[in-house]
């Protein structure tokens, strides 16, 4: 049995021919997902950068807290010698310090020496040494002084 040809051309032959038929999808360009790729950087960048300013202002203003609590030991120490009173002298004195002088009862007239400078501050967490130059009586001396840190406020212990 023979079958008759199909068509003017003949039976086709099975699956796609040459130039007809099955084409590829037309290629996409990438340019959404550079975009995407582009927007999620800058995302987790701007994320980071904000982690890191929240949580390193402390650090930044680690250098100006120093600054600070330099500047503060200073105060502590110019009130102390620019007192007028021993009363006055006591509110620049630490706890410990302010409980020995107040349970010694000679409590005689006030004359502090008078400040010449204060050098080699030198601040360790809670407590700061400083080194004082004061005049009385015409003699001037150098004295190291020890400071402490309470409830924020630094004050003399030695």
Same mark, same amino acid.
């Given at each position: 049995?023979?079958?008759?040809?199909?068509?003017?051309?003949?039976?086709?032959?099975?699956?796609?021919?040459?130039?007809?038929?099955?084409?590829?999808?037309?290629?996409?360009?990438?340019?959404?997902?550079?975009?995407?790729?582009?927007?999620?950087?800058?995302?987790?960048?701007?994320?980071?950068?904000?982690?890191?300013? %929240?949580?390193?202002?402390?650090?930044?203003?680690?250098?100006?807290?120093?600054?600070?609590?330099?500047?503060?030991?200073?105060?502590?120490?110019?009130?102390?010698?620019?007192?007028?009173?021993?009363?006055?002298?006591?509110?620049?004195?630490?706890?410990?310090?302010? $409980?020995?002088? $107040? %349970?010694?009862?000679?409590?005689?007239?006030?004359?502090?020496?008078?400040?010449?400078? #204060?050098?080699?501050?030198? #601040?360790?967490?809670?407590?700061?040494?400083?080194?004082?130059?004061?005049?009385?009586?015409?003699? $001037?001396?150098?004295?190291?002084?020890?400071?402490?840190?309470?409830?924020? $406020?630094?004050?003399?212990?030695?």
């Amino acid at each position: 049995m023979t079958y008759p040809p199909s068509g003017p051309y003949g039976q086709q032959p099975y699956g796609p021919s040459y130039g007809q038929g099955f084409h590829p999808a037309p290629r996409r360009r990438p340019t959404a997902l550079i975009v995407g790729a582009v927007i999620g950087v800058v995302l987790i960048v701007g994320a980071i950068i904000t982690v890191v300013l %929240s949580t390193a202002g402390g650090d930044s203003a680690g250098d100006d807290s120093a600054g600070d609590d330099e500047a503060q030991v200073e105060q502590a120490l110019r009130g102390l010698f620019d007192a007028d009173s021993a009363d006055e002298a006591l509110s620049y004195l630490c706890t410990e310090l302010r $409980e020995d002088i $107040e %349970s010694d009862s000679s409590n005689e007239e006030f004359d502090a020496p008078d400040l010449k400078s #204060i050098d080699n501050v030198e #601040i360790d967490g809670d407590t700061a040494s400083a080194d004082v130059i004061a005049e009385k009586d015409g003699e $001037e001396r150098t004295t190291a002084h020890d400071l402490k840190k309470e409830d924020g $406020e630094w004050l003399v212990c030695g």
